[in-house]
């Protein structure tokens, strides 16, 4: 099973400013990872996939990088509704396993 | 617009098996080539997909879950249904329901908690 590591675990950020979150996969998912946002009480909402691609729908400040084992969400300047947490997902290998999540929190 | 709802018992005993139904309106289950999910979160957690059903029938499940996992799909009610066997504390989770495109969630449950307790 891969194992997928968000850093870190919580984040500050204060509105307006760029937040920068980070996905590690134990082996290389290509670029088969995807981003997902979930607000409380709320299903989770695909943002990226294939590493760098929007989907419908999604700001254009929501931005996603990277390949193999390394990846990155960068929210290029934060509005009120962007305070959520946030998963990643490798989707190259059965079992799909998703990361344990970055609190993204008003500074 | 496709919709997803969960529905099944809220509490379920140890040893007991868990049962959930997922009901999907503005979409077929037996129709296009997705996957249809269950996906569960413990409370303060993160995600564990579960497994899903292919429209053609086929299943596929999580390793670490597989011996007590069974989902089957009733296309005359556009439903599928998950049921997992033997549960402890360690089941306690909201679980989702969603149709994936291949394995990207795109529409989901509102999820529903089921707690495992005595």
């Known amino acids: 099973e891969i194992v997928m590591t968000q850093s870190p675990a919580t984040l500050s950020v204060s509105p307006g400013e760029r937040a920068t979150l980070s996905c590690r996969a134990s082996?290389?998912?290509?670029?088969?990872l995807a981003w997902y946002q979930q607000k409380p009480g709320q299903a989770p909402r695909l943002l990226i996939y294939g590493a760098s691609t929007r989907a419908t729908g999604i700001p254009a400040r929501f931005s996603g990088s990277g390949s193999g084992t390394e990846f990155t969400l960068t929210i290029s300047s934060l509005q009120s509704e962007d305070f959520a947490v946030y998963y990643c997902q490798q989707y190259n290998n059965w079992p799909i396993t998703f990361g344990q999540g970055t609190r993204l929190e008003i500074k | 617009q496709v919709q997803l709802q969960e529905s099944g018992p809220g509490l379920v005993k140890p040893s007991e098996t868990l049962s959930l139904t997922c009901t999907v309106s503005?979409?077929?289950?037996?129709?296009?080539?997705?996957?249809w999910s269950w996906i569960r979160q413990p409370p303060g957690k993160g995600l564990e997909w579960i497994g899903y059903i292919y429209y053609s029938g086929s299943t596929n499940y999580n390793p670490s879950l597989k011996s007590r996992v069974t989902i089957s799909v009733d296309t005359s009610k556009n439903q599928f249904s998950l049921k997992l066997s033997s549960v402890t504390a360690a089941d306690t989770a909201v679980y989702y329901c969603a149709r994936a495109d291949v394995y990207l969630p795109d529409y989901w449950g509102q999820g529903t908690l089921v707690t495992v307790s005595s």
């Open positions: 503005g979409g077929s289950v037996s129709s296009g080539s997705y996957y």
């Open positions: 082996q290389s998912v290509s670029s088969n």
